[in-house]
């Protein structure tokens, strides 16, 4: 749960790097609460509105831990357009999200070597 809390505490850092670990902890969390939210709006009868407000309370972190997880294997957040394309782009998206560590670079230290490390 950690995981998804520390992406929250960075609530609009779209600077540095996160882990794929830290990635996809926040994905799998986030779903995880939309299936519950969608579960419970299905028993009480209103139709996507807790999943709307919190499908737009998690935008701007969702899209900051993906900036931070491009960033990590050495891409720019500007990637992010590439989800325009349809379905291409979520895949290359996907793989990118997928992709190991690049190591030091422009964006800032390996986050893996605990040197600075901010997303443990």
Not at 22 to 43: G, T
Request: charged share 10%.
């Amino acid at each position: 749960m950690h995981w998804y809390l520390d992406v929250l505490k960075q609530y609009v850092a779209f600077s540095g790097r996160a882990r794929r670990q830290e990635y996809w902890m926040f994905m799998l969390f986030s779903i995880i609460i939309s299936l519950i939210l969608a579960v419970v709006e299905n028993l009480i009868g209103i139709p996507n509105v807790l999943t709307g407000i919190y499908s737009l309370a998690v935008l701007l972190p969702s899209l900051s831990v993906l900036f931070r997880r491009l960033h990590d294997t050495g891409r720019s957040g500007w990637w992010v357009l590439i989800s325009f394309i349809p379905f291409i782009g979520a895949i290359i998206l996907l793989v990118f999200a997928c992709l190991d560590s690049t190591g030091d670079n422009q964006y800032g230290p390996n986050p893996k070597t605990g040197a600075n490390n901010t997303s443990v």
